[in-house]
């Protein structure tokens, strides 16, 4: 039995060694919804894509907070297409506020380690004033779990004072070609 596990692992470590990876592997975003349902509160000045490589899209969101916010609820559903957006994986409500201060979801927190580096809300509450995204892109290496080829879509309502204020909609691909040569 040990023989085994120790062939497999040297056949994993001859693969990733005659193949690059980073070439074998497409992380993109390919669409971004933003909407307010209460402009009074939450305002998007900025919710776009842009392209700036084959396989490289950059996501900037720039929004207002307008008051302040002591109580955030966040509830994420990831979708995986197949002749449409069918559930796949994650359907959870978290607390906002107390995930900035620990973060106590391993799927939220895979999330938030993507686009941290590239945002200014990364602050436990109160949220007030602008809320900015800026050049964020998907990488793989991020990416901890195994996910099966395919596109996907990241539905984010957000909730404060537990009524909705706006969505965001991130919809993305994921293509694994382990036997594309360098």
């Not at 207002?64 to 916010?69: D, N």
């Not at 106590?104 to 590239?118: D, H, T």
Request: with cysteine; proline share 4%; hydrophobic share 40%.
């Amino acid at each position: 039995m040990q023989s085994k596990q120790f062939l497999c692992v040297l056949f994993a470590i001859f693969l990733t060694s005659i193949f690059d990876y980073n070439d074998a592997v497409v992380f993109k975003l390919t669409n971004l919804v933003c909407e307010s349902y209460n402009q009074s509160w939450v305002v998007f000045h900025n919710c776009r894509l842009k392209a700036v490589g084959r396989n490289k899209v950059l996501l900037n969101l720039n929004g207002t907070v307008l008051h302040p916010v002591n109580d955030v609820s966040i509830h994420g559903r990831f979708f995986k297409r197949a002749n449409g957006n069918r559930p796949w994986l994650y359907d959870v409500t978290i607390d906002g506020c107390q995930f900035v201060r620990k973060a106590n979801n391993p799927i939220a927190s895979i999330v938030y380690r993507l686009f941290k580096q590239y945002s200014n809300i990364n602050h436990t509450c109160p949220y007030v004033g602008p809320q900015i995204v800026k050049d964020f892109y998907l990488r793989h290496e991020l990416l901890r779990v195994p996910m099966p080829t395919g596109d996907y879509l990241l539905s984010i309502q957000w909730l404060f004072d537990k009524k909705l204020q706006f969505d965001t909609n991130v919809s993305f691909a994921f293509v694994e070609d382990l036997m594309k040569k360098n």
